[in-house]
C-alpha cells in the first residue's frame, strides 16, 4: 500500500487540504509546489526592485508585452512536466550505459569536451574514443526509440 500525505493548496482566500499518494505527490504537486516558490522568489526579487505586483502578475501571464514589459519567456507547468519527464528517459538510458560509455556520454555530448581532449586525458588514440562515441550514440539513440521518443 502506497504512503499517503496531507496537502495544503492554497489559491487567494481558499485553502483545500487533500490526501494523496507518495507517488502523485512526486509527480504532481512536487513540481506544482517548486513551480509556485519560484514565482514566489521571482516576485520577491521584482518588488525589491521597485516593480509592482500588477506588473510581475502581467509577466507571469505573459501580457507583460501589452504593460510594456519586456517578455521573459517563463515555461509552462506542461513544459516544466515534460521536460522533467525527458530528463528521467535520459537519465534511464545513460544508466543503460557501461560506467566507460557513460563518462565518454556526460564529458562529450553534455559537457561539450572535444574527443581530442578526452581521448588525450585518457591516454587513448583520438580514433578509438571517436569510434566509441558513434558507438555510444547508436546505444542511446536505440534506447530513445525503444522508448517512443524519435532522435
Known amino acids: 500500500m502506497s504512503e499517503?500525505?496531507?496537502?495544503?493548496?492554497?489559491s487567494g482566500n481558499e485553502e483545500v487540504r487533500m490526501e494523496v499518494t507518495e507517488e502523485?505527490?512526486?509527480?504532481?504537486f512536487r513540481p506544482w509546489w517548486r513551480q509556485k516558490k519560484?514565482?514566489?522568489?521571482?516576485?520577491e526579487a521584482m518588488e525589491e526592485k521597485g516593480y509592482?505586483?500588477?506588473s510581475y502578475e502581467a509577466w507571469r501571464d505573459e501580457a507583460a508585452e501589452?504593460?510594456?514589459?519586456?517578455d521573459t519567456?517563463?515555461?509552462?507547468?506542461?513544459?516544466l512536466l515534460e521536460k522533467e519527464m525527458l530528463l528521467g528517459v535520459l537519465e534511464e538510458a545513460l544508466d543503460s550505459l557501461m560506467p566507460e560509455e557513460?563518462?565518454?556520454?556526460?564529458k562529450v555530448f553534455g559537457?561539450?569536451?572535444?574527443?581530442s581532449e578526452f581521448a588525450k586525458e585518457r591516454g587513448e588514440p583520438r580514433t578509438t574514443v571517436s569510434s566509441r562515441k558513434v558507438s555510444v550514440l547508436g546505444k542511446l539513440r536505440e534506447f530513445f526509440r525503444g522508448k517512443g521518443l524519435d532522435v
Open 24 to 28: 502523485e505527490y512526486q509527480r504532481y
Open 66 to 70: 501589452d504593460m510594456g514589459i519586456a
Open 4 to 10: 499517503k500525505r496531507i496537502i495544503t493548496i492554497r
Open 73 to 79: 519567456g517563463q515555461p509552462d507547468m506542461d513544459e
Open 38 to 43: 519560484r514565482e514566489q522568489r521571482n516576485r
Open 111 to 115: 559537457e561539450q569536451v572535444p574527443v
Open 102 to 106: 557513460r563518462e565518454l556520454a556526460l
Open 52 to 54: 509592482t505586483e500588477e
